[in-house]
């Protein structure tokens, strides 16, 4: 199983400030990576997949990249509404999906 | 807009069976492969199952191999998952998730249902 190792666990930040969260694998997963946003009580929201390709909707100040076993989540400039908790999740050994822990990204 | 309405959830005793449903709208639900994920209550997220977009081709987590069945009807566009021998750690929210992509699973969720909590305990 390929583990996802997410960090910082929690980070707190102020809006306008800028975001790096990171997710590393335990082996290559190539591109195949997913960013997804989970608010309390919502479900998840995909943000970014194969690693870099922004989902529908989701505005240009959030942005991903890396590939092999390392990478990051950035969010340019943050909005009241990006404090959240952040999974990544590869599916490069598909069926054998796994996500990351999670980053809750709190106000400061 | 899309939409998927999971339901059936409950509390239920280990060893015992469950059978969730997930209703799915604004979308030609015929054309995508459809997935379960679970939460437990205050974890992170697991993937179940998930099962093709024609209902020919189906695939488990280890954790829940030989005891949940995951089947689909797509005259009313609605998924199953048949849970059975249920254990404690079966506990959680499970939602239905959309695939990214038309007409193959591609194991992104492009759109989740809120879930359906499920509770085994004695």
């Known amino acids: 199983e390929i583990v996802l190792t997410q960090s910082p666990a929690t980070l707190s930040l102020s809006p306008g400030e800028r975001a790096t969260l990171s997710c590393r694998a335990s082996?290559?997963?190539?591109?195949?990576l997913a960013w997804y946003q989970q608010k309390p009580g919502q479900a998840p929201r995909l943000l970014i997949y194969?690693?870099?390709i922004r989902a529908t909707g989701i505005p240009a100040r959030v942005s991903g990249s890396g590939s092999g076993t390392d990478f990051t989540l950035t969010i340019s400039s943050l909005e009241p509404e990006d404090f959240a908790v952040y999974y990544c999740q590869q599916r490069s050994d598909w069926p054998r999906i796994t996500f990351g822990q999670g980053t809750r990204l709190e106000i400061k | 807009q899309v939409q998927l309405v999971e339901s059936g959830g409950g509390v239920v005793q280990p060893g015992r069976s469950l059978r969730l449903s997930c209703a799915a709208s604004?979308?030609?639900?015929?054309?995508?492969?459809i997935h379960w994920v679970r939460q437990a209550p205050g974890k992170g997220l697991e993937w179940v199952a998930v099962i093709s977009n024609d209902g020919s081709d189906k695939k488990y987590a280890d954790s829940v191999k030989g005891r949940f069945t995951i089947s689909r009807d797509n005259s009313k566009n609605t998924l199953y998952l048949q849970m059975t021998s249920l254990r404690p750690d079966d506990t959680a929210v499970y939602s239905c998730a959309k695939d990214l992509t038309l007409g193959a699973a591609d194991y992104y969720f492009d759109y989740w249902g809120q879930g359906t909590l499920v509770t085994v305990s004695s």
């Open positions: 604004g979308f030609t639900f015929s054309n995508y492969a």
């Open positions: 082996q290559s997963v190539r591109s195949y």
């Open positions: 194969a690693a870099s």
